[in-house]
């Protein structure tokens, strides 16, 4: 067990080396599964019972999992399943075991382990777990790492893990996590393993079981740690329905044939000894663009239930939609989607009974008004909000403003609605997302020429860049290769090349499209302003996302900004994220152990800049079209 | 006396070998008597009547589509018992029952999918020569003997490769050497080469023609007359040094008569290549080939002590017999591995060695084929590995015990018993375990003393003696199995060996790896049955060792049998490669693993080597167009 590492360990930290040998022991116990059928088999026993009593059925699609199947029996496998509850975890295992396939090792974040009874319970069907960070642990990482690649190289079992790191609260796909993903990747370059098979799954939920606590989460009322009491709480479920889940198994992936079509050879590592770790330049660029393939697949492996149509609809137009008027609505957007290649699952029936259906199940965040209406549940609440006074105020004057507790309880109150019904509108997203953003660098501008859509397309892909899984180059191609679709589609159309108009008989798909991506790029611009109003000083990240928060239930409040969602800290963590990346504000990390990073803007021109680019598009528009 | 002087002259040899042939009353020397090889290994102890084991013309006594002599084949009759005819090997017309239903459940033979070959080809089914009368009319006074037969020219056209054996099989012949030319000493192939260049004539030197690696293909491409150099009349122990116990032979010599004449005098050269039957010395120094004894013997670089080239520009060769030298480069390493592309090597000085006193074979069982590798590196560690080790996988250990006649009744019994002693005692599970096979020489002392080291080392990893009959079965089968892939490309089968070495730290993987590739890539291809894929490591070094593929599937329902094999044959190599195994071990690159020289050696090491044949050939007359990359 990376004996020569444990030796090096002992020597740069002058420790004994038996020392550090029981160290990598005790780390090894932390981090093993200890797979156990007996615990599978009366866990699959409670599971059957339990999904029974709340959902109509889990299903997946056949040629998948024989193609799973037969990947299982000849390769080493590493499943990929999207992340969006706990259930992911023991869905799979538990399809696995009910088709007779080896069961899988999971990797399991370690904040598991302190939930007494589960944690044995993970551990004993399979999970194996990982601390949230390796930090400076060098033992720690090697152990983990020889750990994940024995269980690879020796291929009694697949390996199953997230490659989004943790449930995605917002359902939109997360950026992937890289540190498993080169443990997998380097036993293939160095030759231990003939090839791995990465196959992506997509697991979609009618309803998801933990959408008020995420939504929760997401505005910043404290995620409550992970125990076995909320977990047994969690028993109130049990009367609710949770419609069902279908499981995708997408096409599996080698690593092999990957590797083969990006000119990838493993013979630069046939130099270099077996335990010598080494990965090149443009291993890694492979390993990143893999990544994000795999997020991709996994996506395109999801299936988008009603009532994520039904989500985004209300959230179209949030005063409330009349009963009849969304049939069409719904219908319009089943269309739509499924031109673009999407799976809608449609059980049979009528669109409007599948709506009724849709709006008890999801009785928790939209509602039927006695008038036919169909609103967030939270929309009468709206009204007890001081009516803006007919006068936009600037930011300026709203950063002066003051926000008493109870009105900003009042807004969070409604924006915990608006974010929960984001959750299900948020699963028609990955199909969209490019659309979406050329739609609002078009909409309002029409007609326009190309370069200045391109440039606001190229301000949105810098502001947006964490907040969806966008590509990390230049995004002239990705605007040329969506404008090319918009135009097939006629969505805009081009009398002249480098010039668009607007095509009144499809204004509102692209009204539709730029409502998808609108309340991110608010979210965006609020967290601007609020850089750009700390005149150059310093603030830690959290009073940052504070700060921007309060700032943007102002702007709700005064009708400057229209969507709830901007309250998101999710949003808000995003934003910053991406303004680093692209170099206009600096993280510092604090010198002060446990301290909070520090947010700086670095390039006060740039912000400024893009906070303008960003401005247009936010508050300009006439009132969204009819769909 | 201490050096004893054979006679220059071949022709006068042969004379005497005539002479001598009438007073035993035998007018010629036919192609029955011819070998002597019938113990387990071809290097006999019965003396040999005769001098050479072929006749000029090679054809006459061996296959023209084939592996080895004509009448030594495997083939299956109506019964569907397998039969390997002919009384030159130990397993000769002995029936071997397990073979067809074996072949039948692991690869999926099937007795109705013959694909037998085309007769030969008639004289005008082939390409008729190029003349190069001016070339011929030089040559002619001097050289021992010139042929445009078709017979002949057909011969000396093609190696072993699947790819040959399988055009030749379906009568889709290619580019055919236009002229056979034998010389007979150095001097004569002086002239000759003069004359080529004179002449503008390619050259292809020829000695056994067991390449595996397309060396003697014709390029396609070539335009002017190309004339195969057939050095196996040049035959002639010329000295023995008894005191420095070196040899002076001429190139041509096939490898079973330098073994037997050196053994009429006591000595042995000890290299023993599979192929020691009928390939030539000139053949092994011209492909750097190894020796199963390389442990005792060293590889041919190791061998030899003094190489004469001739090339384009003269001969080149080093002026001592000095055992090492500090002066510059080796210039033995432009002429070791040439692969007849640089010159045509005539005469070489080897060192030999007294016959050893006791031979004794030896064998060992392990549970699986990594602790066999780890015995194996054991061994290499601890520099202790007799004259020969090699370590089977499943498959091919399986394979040797399939290739046995029917058992008696009282040594099936036995059989069963050892059966069931390794799995129900030892534990070890008869679809896993790999199978070690050892030769030990030296004198008696020697010997008990490896041994007892061997068997010692060999318990610390499980391994458990497996007798010393299974040893030298093992040892055997490596000259009856090149007959094997005959029959099976009389059954729908293509088949093919390939080798390579690898550090130790990668050769389980190395394995595992190209097997599972190589079974993916037939199921890529269409290839219905699955196929046979088997290794075994057949050389231990201190850094490394040898690992030798044997890879055949069935192409039945394939349209293009041959682009599939190579195809999957290159992404074995591939594989190979990206295992950290070497383009080659021992086979040579010749046309086949061309594409990989540059990569394998750096674009500077191919311009060194460009610029080396620029040098000595301008003309390209040793055109065969091996090795170096264009």
């Known amino acids: 067990m990376g004996a020569p590492l444990v030796i090096q360990v002992a020597e740069e930290s002058s420790r004994e080396l038996k020392d550090v040998q029981k160290e990598a022991q005790e780390l090894l116990e932390e981090i093993g599964h200890k797979m156990a059928l007996p615990a599978v088999r009366s866990l699959a026993l409670v599971l059957r019972s339990v999904l029974r009593r709340i959902l109509k059925g889990v299903f997946v699609n056949k040629p998948g999992l024989e193609k ?57 069907s399979g999970a194996f777990f990982l601390r949230r960070t390796f930090g400076s642990d060098k033992l720690y990482k090697a152990v983990f790492t020889a750990y994940v690649q024995t269980l690879l190289c020796s291929g009694d079992s697949p390996i199953e893990f997230f490659i989004e790191g943790t449930r995605s609260r917002t359902a939109k796909s997360l950026h992937p996590k890289y540190g498993l993903m080169n443990m997998i990747v380097e036993p293939y370059l160095d030759g231990r393993v003939p090839d791995v098979v990465m196959i992506p799954i997509g697991i979609s939920y009618e309803r998801t079981l933990e959408e008020e606590l995420f939504a929760r989460e997401l505005l910043g009322v404290s995620k409550p740690k992970e125990s076995t009491g909320a977990l047994l709480r969690a028993r109130t479920l049990l009367g609710e329905n949770y419609g069902s889940i279908i499981i995708n198994i997408g096409s599996p992936v080698s690593l092999h044939d990957l590797c083969q079509s990006k000119g990838i050879s493993r013979i630069p590592h046939v130099l270099y000894p077996r335990d010598y770790t080494m990965m090149l330049t443009r291993e890694r660029e492979m390993i990143f663009d893999l990544g994000h393939m795999i997020v991709h697949q996994t996506y395109h492996c999801m299936v988008v239930y009603p009532s994520a149509l039904l989500a985004s609809a209300v959230l179209y137009q949030s005063r409330g939609v009349p009963l009849g008027e969304l049939v069409p609505m719904v219908e319009w957007l089943r269309r739509e989607l499924e031109e673009r290649g999407v799976a809608v699952y449609w059980e049979g029936g009528d669109t409007l009974s599948l709506i009724h259906s849709s709006l008890q199940m999801h009785s928790v965040c939209v509602e039927l008004t006695s ?3 169909v609103r967030p549940r939270t929309c009468h609440l709206m009204s007890k909000l001081a009516t803006p006074s007919g006068h936009t105020p600037s930011m300026v004057e709203l950063l002066g403003m003051t926000l008493d507790s109870s009105e900003l309880h009042l807004i969070t109150e409604i924006s915990y609605v608006h974010l929960m019904l984001a959750h299900y509108r948020n699963q028609l997203m990955f199909a969209l997302i490019p659309e979406a953003m050329a739609a609002l660098s078009l909409y309002h501008f029409l007609p326009c020429d190309k370069a200045s859509a391109l440039k606001r397309f190229d301000a949105l892909h810098c502001a947006l860049y964490k907040e969806f899984v966008l590509p990390k180059r230049v995004p002239t191609e990705m605007f040329q290769d969506t404008m090319h679709r918009l135009l097939d589609r006629g969505v805009v159309v081009s009398q002249r090349p480098g010039d668009y108009t607007l095509n009144s008989q499809k204004e509102h798909v692209l009204a539709f499209l730029e409502s998808l991506v609108a309340p991110f790029v608010a979210g965006v611009w609020v967290v601007c302003h609020h850089l750009l109003s700390m005149k150059g000083g310093v603030q830690s990240v959290s009073a940052t ?77 006439p009132s969204r079209a009819k769909l | 006396p201490i050096c004893t002087i054979l006679p220059m002259d071949g022709l006068g040899t042969r004379r005497l070998e005539v002479l001598k042939g ?54 299956i009759d109506d019964k569907g018992l397998t039969c390997f005819h002919g009384h030159r090997y130990a397993i000769g017309d002995v029936q071997m029952p397990k073979v067809v239903p074996w072949m039948a459940e692991e690869v999926g033979l099937e007795l109705s999918q013959t694909s037998f070959s085309q007769p030969h080809p008639s004289p005008k089914e082939l390409p008729s020569p190029i003349p190069c009368r001016d070339f011929v009319d030089e040559i002619r006074p001097f050289c021992a003997d010139i042929s445009d037969e078709p017979g002949d020219r057909l011969f000396h056209s093609h190696g072993h490769t699947c790819h040959e054996l399988f055009a030749l099989r379906t009568g889709k012949i290619g580019r055919l050497v236009d002229i056979v030319v034998w010389p007979a000493n150095h001097s004569q192939v002086e002239s000759i080469v003069q004359a080529a260049v004179k002449h503008n004539v390619c050259i292809i030197p020829f000695g056994g023609g067991t390449n595996v690696s397309g060396a003697v293909e014709c390029p396609a491409n070539e335009k002017r007359p190309v004339a195969s150099m057939d050095m196996t009349d040049m035959d002639q122990i010329l000295w023995i040094d008894e005191e420095n116990l070196t040899a002076h032979i001429q190139a041509g010599i096939i490898g079973q008569d330098l073994e037997r004449k050196l053994q009429d005098k006591g000595y042995t050269c000890g290299h023993e290549p599979d192929s020691l039957e009928f390939s030539t010395l000139g053949g092994w120094v011209a492909t750097r080939s190894s020796g199963m004894k390389k442990n005792i013997y060293g590889n041919i670089e190791d061998i030899v002590v003094r190489v004469r080239m001739v090339t384009p520009q003269g001969t080149v060769e080093r002026n001592f017999l000095g055992p090492r030298n500090s002066i510059g ?63 089977m996988d499943n498959f091919q250990f399986q394979m040797g015990q399939v290739i046995k006649p029917v058992p008696s009744l009282w040594a099936s019994f036995t059989d069963q018993l050892k059966k069931i002693y390794l799995a129900k005692f030892k534990g070890i599970d008869l679809k896993e375990m790999a199978a070690c096979t050892l030769l030990f020489e030296g004198t008696a002392e020697e010997v008990a003393v490896n041994e007892k080291r061997i068997y010692t080392i060999a318990a610390s990893f499980g391994g458990i003696p497996g007798g010393e009959e299974n040893g030298r079965r093992g040892y055997f089968l490596t000259f009856v199995i090149a007959y094997i892939r005959d029959l099976a490309l009389d059954y729908s089968f293509l088949a093919e060996s390939f080798e390579t070495s690898v550090p130790w730290s990668r050769v389980v993987d190395l394995c595992e790896n190209v097997k599972t590739r190589v079974k993916k890539e037939c199921k890529d291809h269409g290839i219905a049955t699955p196929p046979l894929i088997a290794c075994r490591v057949t050389q231990t070094y201190d850094a490394g060792a040898c690992i030798y593929f044997y890879l055949a599937f069935k192409y039945t329902g394939i349209s293009d049998p041959i682009g599939a094999f190579d195809e999957i ?38 311009s060194m080597l460009k610029a080396i044949k620029q040098q000595v050939d301008p003309q390209n007359i040793f055109g065969a167009g091996n090795l170096i990359p264009t």
Request: glycine residues 8%; positive net charge; hydrophobic residues 40%.
């Open chain 2, 22 to 75: 009438h007073l035993h009353g035998q007018g010629d020397v036919k192609p029955s008597e011819c070998s002597a090889v019938k113990s387990s290994a071809p290097m006999s102890s019965t003396k040999a009547e005769v001098q050479r084991a072929f006749p000029r013309h090679r054809q006459e006594v061996l296959k023209w589509n084939g592996w080895g002599y004509k009448d030594s084949r495997f083939a």
């Open chain 2, 329 to 391: 480069p080796d210039i033995h390493h432009f002429m070791l591995g040439s692969e007849g592309v640089l010159g045509v090597i005539t005469e070489v000085t080897v060192r030999i060695r007294p016959v050893p006193q006791t031979r004794r074979y030896g064998s060992l069982v392990f549970a699986t084929f990594e602790s066999g590798v780890a015995f194996l590196r054991e061994v290499a560690k601890q520099r202790c590995a007799p004259a020969s080790i090699r370590l």
């Open chain 1, 371 to 373: 008038s036919d209406l």
């Open chain 1, 545 to 621: 996302v504070h700060g921007a928060k309060v700032l943007a239930a102002k702007c709700v409040k005064e009708g400057v900004v229209k969507s709830y969602e901007t309250l998101s800290l999710d949003l808000i963590r995003n934003a910053l994220q991406s303004l680093t990346e692209s170099g206009l504000i600096m993280q510092h990390t604090s010198e002060v152990e446990g301290r909070d990073r520090l947010v700086k803007v670095d390039d006060l021109k740039g912000l400024q800049a893009l906070t303008r680019e960003l401005e247009v598009m936010v508050t300009s528009g």
């Open chain 1, 68 to 124: 799973l199947k037969e990947a299982v029996r000849q390769w080493p496998v590493v499943l990929l399943p999207s992340h969006r509850s706990y259930l992911d975890f023991i869905l799979v295992t538990y399809l696995m075991f009910e088709h007779n396939i080896t069961l899988p090792s999971i990797a399991a974040g370690q904040d598991f382990m302190n939930m007494a009874g589960v944690s044995s319970l993970l551990r004993r």
């Open chain 2, 569 to 606: 044959e290159a992404a074995a190599r591939e594989e190979i490669l990206s295992n950290g195994g070497s383009l080659s071990h021992h086979h040579g690159v010749g046309k086949l693993r061309k594409p990989w020289v540059q990569s394998a050696i750096s674009p500077t090491g191919v």
